[in-house]
Each structure stands twice: as structure tokens, then as C-alpha cells.
T-cell receptor, first 115, second 112 residues
Framework: DAGVIQSPRHEVTEMGQEVTLRCKPISGHNSLFWYRQTMMRGLELLIYFNNNVPIDDSGMPEDRFSAKMPNASFSTLKIQPSEPRDSAVYFC?????????????FGPGTRLLVL | TQLLEQSPQFLSIQEGENLTVYCNSSSVFSSLQWYRQEPGEGPVLLVTVVTGGEVKKLKRLTFQFGDARKDSSLHITAAQPGDTGLYLCAGSRTDSWGKFQFGAGTQVVVTP
């Protein structure tokens, strides 16, 4: 079975450019999470969706970040304009069910470097 | 400030030794999870604990959830080089449905 798919795996861009990260959750999963991981701040939840609807975006750092989930099999995280401090590994995770003990399956991540 | 404090931050041991890592908070969690993350990959779930005082065993790994559901520990017996990785705990609070917050992690290195 395919796991969570993220693209691109690596992205190098210049400050001010728009960056779009993509995620395909596991088929049948109804929740999707976007995380950011840095050495300084660890793994931070940015936003999560349930049944394609954003439930909590309190972790989104600022208006430069936006996320969409147009259907159950696709989500994007966009940064516009990008800044060097956005450099991090961005993970997408999906899960099934609604209880607090569910399993999140993480993708391999996108390593973003903003110069 | 991390909601979940993990200790130690780094642990280096020899193969065959035992180790314990801790995850502490002042908050009560409805469930707590432990993940292991290897370089270049996403975290992989090891266990979920939901009941205060619960103990779960996964081969050489033993997980315990505190009675008050505010803390947890992970104990590895006879560590092997394959246990090397970043161990993360994540908690879900009763007032934040479905939302897990992660600790900073404990980097474990097991040398042959």
C-alpha cells in the first residue's frame, strides 16, 4: 500500500519566491496534518483538516502561509513570499477516524531551503 | 516553551545497555504517543497509551503512562544499533480534539 506521498522531496528557492508543497494522503484517511520541523523548534503542527475542512490553523506562522485541501486525496501548503527563516522540513501526515488515539502516518517530508 | 518536555535531549550508549527516556508535562492528556524518527524520514508511530498507569510492551520497548496522564516513559532493554533514532512523544489534550503536540525529542545513539 502506498503511504503518504509528498512532493517535491527537496526544494531550493530564493527569498521572495512562491513555494508550493504537495501531499497525497493515504486513501481512506479523513484527516490530514501539516507539520514543520526545525532543529530550534522541533516538530510543530501548522494546520490540520478533517474531511477536507480546516479544523485548526492556529499553528500557521503568518499570512504568508496558506493551505488548501480541495478534495480527499490532495492538499497543498503554499508560502508566498518565502523567507530564509522558512527553511525547514515540512511533513504531511494523515489518519483515519476521529478519536484521540488514532495513528498518524507521516510522509517522507519536503526539505525546503530558502536562500 | 514546549508543552511536552523530553529528557534527556541526547543519549549515547553501548549495544546491550538499557536506557530510559522521559516525557513530562503539567497538562493532562487524553492520549500520548511515542514515535521514532530516522534521518531523512518522517516519524513512525511506536505506541499509543490512553489510560493512566497503562504499561505497554513492544518487544524490548516498554512504555508507561503516568497515573495522572501527565507524563510517560520509554524504556529500552538491551539496546541495539537499530534502536538509534530520534524518539518523540506527542500528546493530545481533551480540549484540543485530534490535535497532537510534540516534544522536542530525545536523540538516541546506540554504538556496536
Amino acid at each position: 500500500d502506498a503511504g503518504v506521498i509528498q512532493s517535491p522531496r527537496h526544494e531550493v528557492t530564493e527569498m521572495g519566491q512562491e513555494v508550493t508543497l504537495r501531499c497525497k494522503p493515504i486513501s481512506g484517511h479523513n484527516s490530514l496534518f501539516w507539520y514543520r520541523q526545525t532543529m530550534m523548534r522541533g516538530l510543530e503542527l501548522l494546520i490540520y483538516f478533517n474531511n477536507n475542512v480546516p479544523i485548526d490553523d492556529s499553528g500557521m506562522p503568518e499570512d504568508r502561509f496558506s493551505a488548501k485541501m480541495p478534495n480527499a486525496s490532495f492538499s497543498t501548503l503554499k508560502i508566498q513570499p518565502s523567507e530564509p527563516r522558512d527553511s525547514a522540513v515540512y511533513f504531511c501526515a494523515s489518519s483515519k477516524g476521529q478519536d484521540g488515539g488514532r495513528t498518524q502516518y507521516f510522509g517522507p517530508g519536503t526539505r525546503l531551503l530558502v536562500l | 516553551t514546549q508543552l511536552l518536555e523530553q529528557s534527556p535531549q541526547f543519549l549515547s550508549i553501548q549495544e546491550g545497555e538499557n536506557l530510559t527516556v522521559y516525557c513530562n508535562s503539567s497538562s493532562v492528556f487524553s492520549s500520548l504517543q511515542w514515535y521514532r524518527q530516522e534521518p531523512g524520514e518522517g516519524p513512525v508511530l511506536l505506541v499509543t497509551v490512553v489510560t493512566g498507569g497503562e504499561v505497554k510492551k513492544l518487544k524490548r520497548l516498554t512504555f508507561q503512562f503516568g497515573d495522572a496522564r501527565k507524563d510517560s516513559s520509554l524504556h529500552i532493554t538491551a539496546a541495539q544499533p537499530g534502536d538509534t533514532g530520534l524518539y518523540l512523544c506527542a500528546g493530545s489534550r481533551t480540549d484540543s480534539w485530534g490535535k497532537f503536540q510534540f516534544g522536542a525529542g530525545t536523540q538516541v545513539v546506540v554504538t556496536p
